[in-house]
């Protein structure tokens, strides 16, 4: 079974960063590609970014040059850095594997202007 664990959320002024964590369990973490998501109030939710199991990354074009995206295999952790922060990323982010179908519970990042 494999459970996901999100920390990190809050709120943060425009411009400001935030590091979001995704804390997972179980052995199957090092093969699957891992996603972060995010639902903002009234929108579907979307894809932010994504990281294969050996480490390539690709962004919404959204949050690219702003976003990071890693993952420490050893720690079974993604990390998703956020930097010049704008109101407009305000939403709940969520973490994903992709291979098993699990989902975080979310962590909320309300971005102020």
């Known amino acids: 079974q494999v459970q996901l664990v999100e920390s990190g959320g809050g709120l943060v002024q425009a411009g400001g960063s935030l590091r979001l964590s995704c804390a997972a369990s179980?052995?199957?973490?090092?093969?699957?590609?891992m996603g972060w998501y995010r639902q903002a109030p009234g929108k579907q939710r979307e894809l932010v970014a994504i990281?294969?199991?050996?480490?390539?990354?690709n962004y919404a074009d959204s949050v690219k040059g702003r976003f990071t995206i890693s993952r420490d295999n050893a720690k079974n952790t993604v990390i998703l850095q956020m930097n010049s922060l704008r109101p407009e990323d305000t939403a709940v982010y969520s973490c994903?594997?992709?291979?098993?179908?699990?989902w975080g519970q979310g962590t909320q990042v309300p971005v102020s202007s």
């Open positions: 990281i294969s199991r050996g480490g390539s990354a």
């Open positions: 994903h594997s992709m291979g098993t179908g699990h």
């Open positions: 179980g052995t199957v973490f090092s093969i699957n590609a």
